[in-house]
T-cell receptor, first 113, second 114 residues
Framework: GQQVMQIPQYQHVQEGEDFTTYCNSS?????IQWYKQRPGGHPVFLIQ?????EVKKQKRLTFQFGEAKKNSSLHITATQTTDVGTYFC?????????????FGTGTRLLVSP | EPEVTQTPSHQVTQMGQEVILRCVPI?????FYWYRQILGQKVEFLVS????????KSEIFDDQFSVERPDGSNFTLKIRSTKLEDSAMYFC????????????FGPGTRLTVL
């Protein structure tokens, strides 16, 4: 079945450093979403990318969808302690059901002040 | 701001017992979902529900699982005979028809099967 892997599993940075997580799908995706989950919390929707090669920015966060629509990345510039949490990508494969969203394995980010 | 609510926040049960996890989706939403997350692992899709029927389900959602929308507000997940490996956080999510892909997650129910 469809698998979505993320690297790294875990990253610990100093406040102010940049951070990037990479998401790779075993199958072509119709779209990719990114969620943030704070420790002990629930996933919170950040953004959705649909087009091949699409880049979107939200303040210090930059999201990219690969040309082949099989990979994506999230880059955070100048991390802050409020960025702490696990970042998940989630996508729908082009040849699967309309509703099923497959989550990536997640990247846990820890930011030290 | 409207939010998805779930009860209970934590449920402890004995193996073989039935549990019902409850969710109240955001009131104008039409699509409902259940996910589970085993501690420290990724979020896994269980089932989606629209127009009073299941629209899609995963391999995890076997005959032991069922969902229901018993009234206009609640959305429930029933596990008929719990197993140890059902221990996880269960998240309910909902979305409306306009925001095609933004799902709003509830705070989750932690299920512990002893």
């Amino acid at each position: 079945g469809q698998q979505v892997m993320q690297i790294p599993q875990y990253q610990h940075v100093q406040e102010g450093e940049d951070f990037t997580t990479y998401c790779n799908s075993s199958t072509t995706l119709s779209n990719i979403q990114w969620y943030k989950q704070r420790p002990g919390g629930h996933p919170v929707f950040l953004i959705q990318l649909v087009k091949s090669g699409e880049v979107k920015k939200q303040k210090r966060l930059t999201f990219q969808f690969g040309e082949a629509k099989k990979n994506s990345s999230l880059h955070i510039t100048a991390t802050q302690t409020t960025d702490v949490g696990t970042y998940f990508c989630a996508g729908r494969a082009v040849n699967t059901g309309f509703q099923k969203l497959v989550f990536g394995t997640g990247t846990r980010l820890l930011v030290s002040p | 701001e409207p939010e998805v609510t779930q009860t209970p926040s934590h449920q402890v049960t004995q193996m073989g017992q039935e549990v019902i996890l409850r969710c109240v989706p955001i009131s104008n939403h039409l699509y409902f979902y259940w996910y589970r997350q085993i501690l420290g692992q990724k979020v896994e899709f269980l089932v989606s529900f629209y127009n009073n029927e299941i629209s899609e389900k995963s391999e995890i959602f076997d005959d032991q699982f069922s969902v229901e929308r018993p009234d206009g507000s609640n959305f429930t997940l029933k596990i008929r005979s719990t197993k140890l490996e059902d221990s996880a956080m269960y998240f309910c999510a909902s979305r409306d028809h306009r925001h095609y892909n933004e799902q709003f997650f509830g705070p989750g129910t932690r299920l512990t099967v002893l």
